[in-house]
């Protein structure tokens, strides 16, 4: 299995190598957050986006929101992206990558990091459904 694993693995890089010579892929950054991905609502969270080369731009993204870029510069391995005042909706998928400033080459993508925002104030109200459920179906016919 694990022979069977490292081949397949091997033919993927050397067939990337061969498509991309000159265009070889940049290490993947990692991306954590902290304190933790599950934080309170109205609350802070920095994520941090990491990566083994230094003096590059750090893009945040969001996989749920196809408009959500944020991008900051480091001269050092790593940037933290802080988001302040959380709510509901910024909950999601979060993935980040580099490009160096001088090639403007891109990175591969950090794995996916799922942020939780929870705390919701108002515990929403069932009673709608309820009653929606229990109005028998066939009363205006009857
Ligand atoms: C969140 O960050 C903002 C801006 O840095 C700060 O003013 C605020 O006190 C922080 N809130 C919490 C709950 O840490
Ligand atoms: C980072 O890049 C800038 C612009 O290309 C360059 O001036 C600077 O010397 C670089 N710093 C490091 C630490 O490589």
């Known amino acids: 299995m694990i ?3 490292l081949s397949l693995f091997c033919l993927g890089l050397c067939l990337g190598h061969e498509d991309e010579k000159k265009n070889e892929k940049l290490p993947k950054p990692s991306l ?3 304190p933790s991905s599950m934080v ?4 802070n969270v920095t994520l941090k986006c990491q990566s083994r080369i230094q003096n590059v731009t750090f893009i945040l993204e969001k996989l749920q929101d ?3 870029k944020r991008e900051q510069r480091s001269a050092g391995h790593h940037v933290e992206f ?12 979060y993935f980040c990558s580099y490009k160096t400033m001088a090639s403007h080459e891109c990175s ?5 990091l ?5 705390g919701s104030v108002r515990k929403p ?7 929606a459920e229990m109005t028998p179906v066939c009363s205006i016919t009857l």
């Open 32 to 34: 954590i957050a902290l």
């Open 125 to 131: 109200s069932l009673s709608v459904n309820v009653e």
């Open 114 to 118: 799922q942020l939780m925002v929870t």
């Open 82 to 93: 802080l988001l302040t005042d959380l709510k509901l909706k910024d909950a999601g998928t």
């Open 108 to 112: 591969e993508k950090s794995e996916h």
């Open 3 to 5: 022979v069977e694993f």
């Open 66 to 68: 196809s408009g959500y």
């Open 40 to 43: 309170e609502r109205s609350s």
